[in-house]
């Protein structure tokens, strides 16, 4: 059912801008049918046949400007025989309409980052007006974009969130109770990626249960995954088929824990058996390396089992005993676990030591890092901060320290702060997590929220400096203070890994497109001179009379048939002997 109503909002969305393309079409439209409407209240048809009657059309000829003095005259005449409920109904209809513009343009913006009438002039527009064309710009350009690109993916490499939620014990929890879907198909695609990296190799088609199990990671539908690993289970004891079930089929943490210890069993035997044949070949190699994931990812996931389930101290042991029992494998970022675990114990010392060894300048950041950090430096001063004495005095040492700690924290990940100072509203983390983006900031603040709220004044230390951030970086963002640039990209990708239902925060503010703008002022302007109009009929008309008799009058006419003539005898290349001649007759 969410399937389908997706489904149907995704086709209405299509169709609606769709409709939009072709705006000024119908805006065409919409005048020739409200002039038709018209005609009779306005006069239409009287005012067409007196100008008829007294004036004559004349017949354009090159170089006889007299002509266009006689169409002035004409279309002078007409104008001010139109009655100042024609001034209502021109200036209502634009008001209309440009508000209209400017009201999809807003919502547009806010949706995707950008002009809608920007994008079209630029992608449809362009070619057809004479623009760059494509095919040269493709042999110019392709270095230069092959290099944007590879920059780009560098930038927006999506990372597994080390500290991701049980997709059946909380995620489907979240969707029974609320109806919304908390994570994306992006999110979820790259979770069957990883899966399919860490879970699988190229002998698993010689054992049937393994075999099952890959193409049950490749399954989109759960339920389809879920009957796939219980097959496995019939056929052999499968630790892949244990994890599949404690993440997706376990309801609550207690389930999964136990799923797991049954994964544990099953998977440490083929651990032990491959480590023994693992110099044998490449085959046994690879099931070896796949074995070591299965047996890493599972003790990780049960020291969070215990965690959740208040187990904090049994938490951290695992988790320290996996470090040490398992030093290279650094992409599970299990240090982050046992940061989180620690500040729950308010262990800070142990939290110290820890960020001591990963908190290096030759080590890549994190959220969890950086935070971490300034909160221990902001816990030895926080609770005898005021801002009124810092003022007064000045900052002491230790003040400055926890001060350039929340600024490199703000520097690093901008959007944290809000959510600590729930500022926004928080939602479930995805499953995966862009650096120093809105998403990496969600799942930071979900679960850190709270060591925050527990070191007294550490929130109103964060509230008072955090802004003062911004005033040390480069703008624009060329580049950066303590770190590299802030990538351009972040926005896009946490549009695709965070649900449609959160508002995504962008960083740094895009300011207002021109069309919003000018359709914004054009609205205000036609709305008043509707307003004006309708409420001062022979004030505006005179105004309006006005304005016409200066622009039809003999000087303003003059000049502009010179410069209209002038203009053609240059596209004719006319002789200088033959315009002095033209002039003197």
Same mark, same amino acid.
């Given at each position: 059912?969410?399937?389908?109503?997706?489904?149907?909002?995704?086709?209405?969305?299509?169709?609606?801008?769709?409709?939009?393309?072709?705006?000024?079409?119908?805006?065409?439209?919409?005048?020739?049918?409200?002039?038709?409407?018209?005609r009779?209240?306005?006069?239409?048809?009287?005012?067409?046949?007196?100008?008829?009657?007294?004036?004559?059309?004349?017949?354009?000829?090159?170089?006889?400007?007299?002509?266009?003095?006689?169409?002035?005259?004409?279309?002078?005449?007409?104008?001010?025989?139109?009655?100042?409920?024609?001034?209502?109904?021109?200036?209502?209809?634009?008001?209309?309409?440009?508000?209209?513009?400017?009201?999809?343009?807003?919502?547009?913006?806010?949706?995707?980052?950008t002009?809608?009438?920007?994008?079209?002039?630029?992608?449809?527009?362009? =070619?057809?007006?004479?623009?760059?064309?494509?095919?040269?710009?493709?042999?110019?350009?392709?270095?230069?974009?092959?290099?944007?690109?590879?920059?780009?993916?560098?930038?927006?490499?999506?990372?597994?969130?080390?500290?991701n939620?049980?997709?059946?014990?909380?995620?489907?929890?979240?969707?029974?109770?609320?109806?919304?879907?908390?994570?994306?198909?992006?999110?979820?695609?790259?979770?069957?990626?990883?899966?399919?990296?860490?879970?699988?190799?190229?002998?698993?088609?010689?054992?049937?249960?393994?075999?099952?199990?890959?193409?049950?990671?490749?399954?989109?539908?759960?339920?389809?995954?879920?009957?796939?690993?219980?097959?496995?289970?019939?056929?052999?004891?499968?630790?892949?088929?244990?994890?599949?079930?404690?993440?997706?089929?376990?309801?609550? +943490?207690?389930?999964?824990?136990?799923?797991f210890?049954?994964?544990?069993?099953?998977?440490?035997?083929?651990?032990?058996?491959?480590?023994?044949?693992?110099?044998h070949?490449?085959?046994?190699?690879?099931?070896?390396?796949?074995?070591?994931?299965?047996?890493v990812?599972?003790?990780?996931?049960?020291?969070?089992?215990?965690?959740?389930?208040?187990?904090?101290?049994?938490?951290?042991?695992?988790?320290?005993?996996?470090?040490?029992?398992? =030093?290279?494998?650094?992409?599970?970022?299990?240090?982050?676990?046992?940061?989180?675990?620690?500040?729950?114990?308010?262990?800070?010392?142990?939290?110290q030591?820890?960020?001591?060894?990963?908190?290096? +300048?030759?080590?890549?950041?994190?959220?969890?890092?950086?935070?971490?950090?300034?909160?221990?430096?902001?816990?030895?001063?926080?609770?005898?901060?005021?801002?009124?004495?810092?003022?007064?005095?000045?900052?002491?040492?230790?003040?400055?320290?926890?001060?350039?700690?929340?600024?490199?924290?703000?520097?690093?990940?901008?959007?944290?702060?809000?959510?600590?100072?729930?500022?926004?509203?928080?939602?479930?983390?995805?499953?995966?997590?862009?650096?120093?983006?809105?998403?990496?900031?969600?799942?930071?603040?979900?679960?850190?929220?709270?060591h925050?709220?527990?070191?007294?004044?550490?929130?109103?230390?964060l509230?008072?400096?955090?802004?003062?951030?911004?005033?040390?970086?480069?703008?624009?963002?060329?580049?950066?203070?303590?770190?590299?640039?802030?990538?351009?990209?972040?926005?896009?990708?946490d549009r695709?890994?965070?649900?449609?239902?959160?508002?995504?925060?962008?960083? =740094?503010?895009?300011?207002?497109?021109?069309?919003?703008?000018?359709?914004?002022?054009?609205?205000?302007?036609?709305?008043?001179?509707?307003?004006?109009?309708?409420?001062? =009929?022979?004030?505006?008309?005179?105004f309006?009379?006005?304005?016409?008799?200066?622009?039809?009058?003999?000087?303003?006419?003059?000049?502009?048939?010179?410069?209209?003539?002038?203009?053609?005898?240059?596209?004719?290349?006319?002789?200088?002997?033959?315009?002095?001649?033209?002039?003197?007759?």
């Amino acid at each position: 059912m969410a399937e389908a109503a997706t489904g149907f909002l995704e086709q209405l969305k299509s169709c609606i801008v769709w409709s939009w393309t072709y705006l000024w079409t119908v805006w065409f439209f919409i005048v020739l049918f409200l002039v038709y409407i018209l005609r009779v209240p306005l006069k239409i048809n009287d005012n067409l046949s007196t100008a008829e009657q007294k004036t004559f059309v004349p017949q354009m000829s090159h170089g006889d400007h007299r002509n266009v003095k006689g169409l002035w005259k004409s279309v002078s005449m007409f104008l001010n025989t139109l009655t100042p409920k024609f001034y209502v109904a021109l200036t209502g209809t634009s008001s209309l309409i440009s508000g209209l513009i400017l009201i999809f343009e807003w919502w547009y913006f806010r949706k995707y980052g950008t002009s809608f009438i920007e994008q079209v002039s630029v992608s449809h527009l362009r =070619p057809l007006l004479g623009g760059v064309d494509n095919n040269s710009n493709n042999s110019n350009s392709s270095n230069g974009d092959s290099d944007s690109n590879r920059q780009s993916v560098s930038e927006c490499k999506v990372w597994r969130n080390p500290l991701n939620l049980f997709r059946g014990a909380e995620y489907n929890r979240y969707t029974w109770v609320t109806g919304r879907e908390p994570l994306t198909y992006y999110d979820m695609n790259l979770s069957a990626q990883d899966h399919q990296t860490f879970f699988t190799c190229d002998s698993d088609h010689l054992r049937p249960a393994d075999a099952i199990m890959q193409k049950a990671w490749r399954e989109r539908n759960p339920q389809a995954r879920i009957s796939a690993a219980h097959e496995a289970l019939e056929i052999n004891e499968c630790a892949t088929a244990y994890i599949l079930l404690a993440e997706e089929e376990a309801t609550t +943490i207690a389930e999964a824990e136990k799923l797991f210890k049954q994964a544990l069993k099953a998977g440490d035997g083929c651990y032990r058996r491959s480590q023994q044949l693992q110099h044998h070949g490449s085959q046994y190699e690879a099931q070896h390396r796949r074995d070591t994931n299965v047996l890493v990812y599972i003790k990780r996931r049960l020291a969070m089992c215990a965690r959740r389930l208040g187990r904090t101290r049994e938490a951290v042991k695992m988790m320290r005993d996996l470090m040490k029992e398992f =030093p290279l494998l650094s992409m599970f970022n299990i240090h982050e676990n046992l940061l989180e675990a620690l500040l729950e114990l308010q262990a800070y010392a142990d939290v110290q030591a820890v960020l001591a060894k990963y908190d290096d +300048i030759s080590l890549p950041k994190s959220a969890t890092i950086c935070y971490t950090a300034a909160l221990l430096k902001a816990r030895a001063v926080s609770d005898k901060f005021s801002p009124e004495a810092a003022s007064r005095r000045g900052l002491s040492t230790a003040e400055m320290n926890a001060v350039e700690a929340i600024h490199r924290a703000v520097e690093f990940n901008p959007h944290v702060p809000k959510y600590l100072l729930e500022m926004k509203s928080l939602i479930l983390p995805p499953e995966h997590i862009l650096k120093r983006g809105d998403s990496e900031a969600i799942a930071y603040a979900f679960f850190h929220l709270a060591h925050w709220k527990r070191v007294e004044g550490a929130l109103n230390l964060l509230h008072c400096t955090w802004e003062g951030t911004f005033r040390m970086i480069p703008y624009p963002l060329e580049k950066g203070h303590l770190f590299y640039p802030y990538p351009i990209c972040t926005e896009t990708a946490d549009r695709e890994l965070l649900p449609s239902f959160h508002e995504v925060s962008v960083y =740094p503010k895009k300011e207002l497109p021109f069309f919003i703008l000018f359709t914004a002022g054009l609205c205000s302007f036609t709305a008043m001179l509707a307003l004006l109009t309708h409420q001062f =009929p022979e004030l505006m008309g005179v105004f309006a009379k006005a304005m016409i008799d200066i622009f039809c009058s003999a000087e303003f006419r003059d000049w502009n048939c010179k410069s209209i003539v002038m203009r053609v005898e240059d596209e004719l290349e006319i002789p200088p002997a033959s315009q002095s001649q033209h002039f003197q007759n």
